[in-house]
């Protein structure tokens, strides 16, 4: 749930530390702070609230330390203080540590550590780390070499449960840094003479591309024109660098007032790249990852699950929708926090397929662990390539959609949406099962879709104009029937997580079941009418809402009787596999600019954080 970033190299330390966690602040925002190397010791800056507040620290402008570590925080254990901020030094202030994770059995950790004489001074699970390493370096003193550093952080992390991503310095070792990782995302970043580590790759992009990615409890021993791998035995071990693609500047605002705009107005480009060469403009449909999946497998397979948490999960149910129809296979979406807990009915006949923008999601990865054990195939749809997930998945495919910084996510969305869609497809072809034509039609309207979606975007000065007259208001409704419940929900999230206003998403066919008791004289409701099939149907259910006063925008792409309602966002017609694609974005720009309205921060809404990476 938050973010590190580390510096070794020839340069000072401070203000490249300091750069990373400004472009890492949407992981955790709460407190931050660094550790340096100097002359006369380990430094420690730290204070509660955002990283700007690192430069007002007295001295922070002395350091002239090349090598260090930093950490923005989401909390989990401990307050927001200045005592629970990262780093934590051990007793003797020999080592300073950053931790993104969380420590499962700290607190008998702890009372081991205090039972041989450490004192603890803030509420952390990571204080344990560096006092478990001075105690385990502390019992080897025979060893005078750097491996003895090496292996007081080896010993103390298998002591560990949970999930960790750790930087380590010490002042006995002034050339040097180790990292590791376990189920918590962490990269190294390598050029000539330095060394950048991250918890992120955007943070540090604009220093290299050649990155090193690690798998869980591999250490690394860093110097400055030196990076040596170990496994967990310490057993010293070759690792070849990726070179990232990604420009530099994908992560900068270019302009844009926020992130989460520019994110949403760069949806068009980030489906182009979803769709790549899976779609040729011939009509062929080619998904390379998963071509030793064939006919005979597929039509194996009694059950897919597709699992995920958040706004992956409404991309799901779009994909649940796209694949019963076209490959004729019962799907079921479930929340990935509650999977393993239900006992799912997995076995070798079972498909799962794992969705996570960043990767790391722990709770989806924990599902995709379980899904493993009993013998289902599984597939990880991911924007982040060497994420954690995509390398325990037996397949892996990528939505391509570039970095997303603002913590509600927005192209990722509409990427996993494509890449499922088009998943769908290639199911069906290889099954054989699927109306030609259809399958044809289709893929024709998701290589229309750029185009749709930049012409989609051009109702952003309407959605404007009409969050200025509804920001105020404490509940708001979003409904829909058919597909249209899924973007309805999304959208929902999308509201409440940046703008803090109280909305709930309902089947329109629901709503006379209970929710109707809530709509009263002035309550706005939202409603997406894009299937042809349900718009009869869906009018019925909202002038229900209108007779008993409610104030009504509708999303569709349908020909309407606009004088029915307050409001009316028409957006290119498609089909309906695909119209959650153009659905969603009047319902993004609605809670960005009604969040600009009452005059919040959209990029880092309060207590969320980007890459859950905690159950």
């Not at 204080?127 to 478990?132: Q, Y």
């Not at 990880?380 to 954690?388: D, E, F, K, L, P």
């Not at 259910?541 to 004088?563: C, M, P, W």
Request: net charge negative; hydrophobic share 35%.
């Amino acid at each position: 749930m938050c973010g590190i970033v580390g510096y070794i190299g020839t340069k000072k330390a401070c203000p490249i530390l300091i750069a990373g966690l400004t472009r890492l602040e949407y992981r955790g925002y709460d407190s931050a702070g660094i550790s340096t190397i100097e002359k006369n010791g380990l430094s420690l800056m730290k204070d509660k609230g955002r990283v700007k507040n690192l430069n007002n620290l007295e001295g922070i402008d002395n350091l002239e330390g090349t090598i260090g570590i930093a950490h923005t925080r989401w909390a989990t254990h401990g307050k927001p203080s200045k005592e629970n901020s990262h780093p934590h030094q051990d007793n003797s202030k020999t080592f300073s540590v950053v931790h993104n994770g969380i420590i499962e059995n700290y607190n008998e950790l702890r009372s081991f550590l205090e039972s041989n004489g450490y004192t603890f001074y803030s509420q952390t699970d990571t204080e344990v780390i560096p006092n478990l390493i001075h105690y385990y370096f502390e019992k080897d003193s025979q060893d005078k070499s750097i491996m003895r550093f090496l292996k007081a952080v080896q010993k103390a992390c298998l002591d560990l449960k949970g999930s960790f991503a750790i930087e380590v310095i010490s002042s006995l070792y002034p050339d040097n840094m180790i990292v590791v990782r376990k189920d918590s995302p962490l990269v190294i970043g390598t050029c000539e003479d330095e060394k950048y580590i991250s918890s992120d790759i955007p943070a540090i992009l604009s220093y290299t591309r050649d990155f090193y990615l690690l798998n869980d409890l591999e250490f690394v021993l860093l110097s400055r024109n030196e990076a040596r791998f170990f496994d967990s035995n310490l057993n010293e071990i070759k690792k070849e660098t990726t070179n990232i693609e990604w420009n530099a500047s994908s992560a900068e605002k270019e302009g844009f007032e926020d992130f989460m705009l520019k994110e949403i107005y760069e949806q068009p480009t980030a489906i182009r790249e979803t769709i790549g060469s899976r779609i040729s403009p011939d009509l062929k449909c080619e998904i390379e990852e998963l071509n030793v999946l064939d006919k005979a497998y597929l039509s194996s397979i009694n059950m897919i699950y597709i699992v995920a948490c958040g706004t992956a999960m409404h991309a799901g149910l779009v994909g649940k929708n796209s694949i019963e129809k076209l490959c004729k296979i019962p799907v079921e979406v479930d929340i990935a926090s509650e999977f393993r807990y239900r006992s799912p009915i997995i076995d070798e006949k079972t498909l799962c397929i794992f969705i996570s923008q960043s990767g790391e999601t722990a709770d989806t990865i924990a599902a995709l662990k379980l899904a493993k054990s009993q013998g289902a195939k599984t597939i990880a749809i991911s924007n982040v390539i060497g994420s954690s997930i995509t390398r325990e998945a037996d397949f892996s495919i990528y939505t391509h959609a570039g970095p997303e910084i603002a913590v509600a996510s927005t192209k990722a969305y509409t990427s996993q949406v494509i890449l499922i869609n088009i998943l769908a497809i290639y199911f069906a072809e290889i099954l054989g099962v699927c109306d030609s034509n259809l399958l044809k039609s289709l893929k024709q309207e998701i290589l229309d879709l750029p185009k749709k979606v930049e012409e989609t975007l051009k109702c952003d000065s309407q959605v404007k104009d009409f969050s200025k007259s509804i920001y105020q208001e404490k509940d708001i409704f979003f409904l829909g029937r058919g597909i249209d419940e899924t973007v309805a929900k999304e959208g929902s999230l999308k509201l409440k997580e940046i703008s803090y206003i109280h909305s709930e998403s309902y089947a329109s066919g629901e709503l006379k079941h209970g929710p109707i008791a809530l709509i009263e004289n002035g309550i706005t409701v939202i409603s997406i009418l894009t299937d042809p099939n349900l718009v009869e149907k869906s009018i019925s259910n909202i002038q229900e809402v209108i007779t008993r006063g409610a104030k009504t925008l509708v999303v569709t792409n349908q020909n309407l009787d606009y004088s029915m309602f307050d409001e009316v966002i028409k957006i290119p017609d498609t089909i309906p596999f695909v119209s959650p694609i153009l659905s969603i974005i009047p319902l993004q720009l609605l809670a960005y600019h009604i969040s600009k309205e009452k005059g919040l921060d959209v990029d880092k809404p309060r207590n969320l954080a980007k890459s859950v990476t905690v159950e």
